[in-house]
């Protein structure tokens, strides 16, 4: 018997043209390059022009992701962008997606978990694809998170930055076999308890005004390898795959030491995670997709490879999910 998968048709990621680097940074914030690399990993990240938006950005990853899949954009008919930085409150930045790609049917939303965004609109996607509700859809993660940054905040401006992925994800039948390609499993989940501990201060239904990022990064840390390392155990026993049978780790990029931790605790060989952190800084919802783009562009992720995803952020919310390319 045959059953309904979401298969991966083809990838694409967009960075802002402007590199910012740890030293010029720490020109202007009390930090350095060598206290930025020993804690997070992190040597540069990218920042928006002015009057360049999460849409541009986001425009720009799915035209790459639909020329990497070699299909037409009139063939989509669903897309759903992960962002916590859009153009406007509403409408949702997905419809400036959708109306830049000349698409005028079907469906296109935003959604809004933080970091965990991709997975999310990953699971959903992949909802709505099994459930015959679409048939090729864009799954975009894209952010400029530089916008809500509080640049004279030393413990957060030097974490984050700009950018988009996309992947081209369509309804296929497949055997229902282990060898299956596309998504094998996906596991949500979030705690609003913790929501203080990594916040926008601002808001359209509290302040009227957008806000700046507060964070808690220790108690953030502290929570986030025991988080991920569970939601992964739980698509493990999903799958009855193990962390042998894994070909590429592509952990959400926060943090160099969250990410090796992660993968020790699991038991996934180093050679195996793909960090692109180093290179992008933390860039929400978008870095997912920007390290499998990375991976691909390389010549390490490819067809029938196994790859696990996990994201974990703002919420807190947190998730994974297993991949056959
Ligand atoms: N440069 C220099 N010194 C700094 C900086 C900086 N950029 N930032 C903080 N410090 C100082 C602090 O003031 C403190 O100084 P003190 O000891 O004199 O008080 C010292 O460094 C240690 O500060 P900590 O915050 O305890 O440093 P820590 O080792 O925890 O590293 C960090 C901070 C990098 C933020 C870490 O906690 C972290 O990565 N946390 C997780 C963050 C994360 O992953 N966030 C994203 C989640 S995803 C999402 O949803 C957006």
């Not at 070699?70 to 949702?92: E, H, K, N, R």
Request: proline content about 3%.
């Amino acid at each position: 018997m045959t059953v309904t998968r979401s298969v991966v048709l083809g990838c694409g990621a967009y960075l802002p043209e402007r590199a910012l680097g740890n030293a010029e940074l720490a020109r202007t914030v009390d930090s350095s390059d060598e206290w930025i690399v020993q804690r997070t990993g992190i040597r540069q990240r990218h920042i928006a022009a002015s009057g360049e938006m999460t849409s541009h950005l986001a425009i720009n990853a799915a035209r790459a992701a639909l020329a990497d899949a070699g299909v037409d954009a009139q063939s989509i008919d669903l897309i759903v962008l992960a962002t916590s930085t859009p153009d406007q409150t509403f409408p949702a930045s997905a419809v400036s997606v959708q109306a830049a790609l000349g698409i005028n049917h079907g469906a296109a939303f935003d959604l809004q978990a933080v970091c965990s965004g991709f997975v999310y609109a990953l699971a959903t996607v992949d909802g709505l694809l099994r459930a015959g509700n679409a048939k090729r859809a864009l799954v975009i993660g894209a952010e400029t998170f530089s916008r809500i940054l509080d640049w004279t905040d030393r413990g957060t401006c030097v974490l984050f930055g700009d950018g988009a992925g996309a992947l081209v994800v369509e309804a296929q039948q497949q055997p229902g076999a282990r060898e299956d390609r596309g998504l094998l499993t996906t596991h949500l989940r979030s705690d609003g308890r913790h929501k203080a501990k990594l916040y926008v201060d601002g808001g359209p239904s509290s302040t009227g005004t957008v806000g700046h990022l507060r964070m808690e990064g220790r108690a953030v840390f502290k929570h986030a390898v025991a988080m991920i390392t569970d939601v992964i155990e739980d698509a493990f026993k999903a799958t009855g795959y193990t962390a042998d049978d894994i070909d590429w780790f592509v952990p959400h990029q926060a943090n160099k030491r969250i990410i090796d931790d992660s993968a020790h605790k699991l038991g996934i060989a180093p050679e195996k995670v793909v960090v692109t952190v180093d290179r992008h800084g933390n860039t929400s919802a978008a870095s997912i997709p920007l390290a499998l783009d990375v991976a691909i562009r390389d010549g390490r992720i490819k067809p029938g490879d196994l790859v696990l995803l996990e994201a974990m952020g703002g919420g807190f919310t947190w998730g994974s999910a297993l991949v056959r390319w």
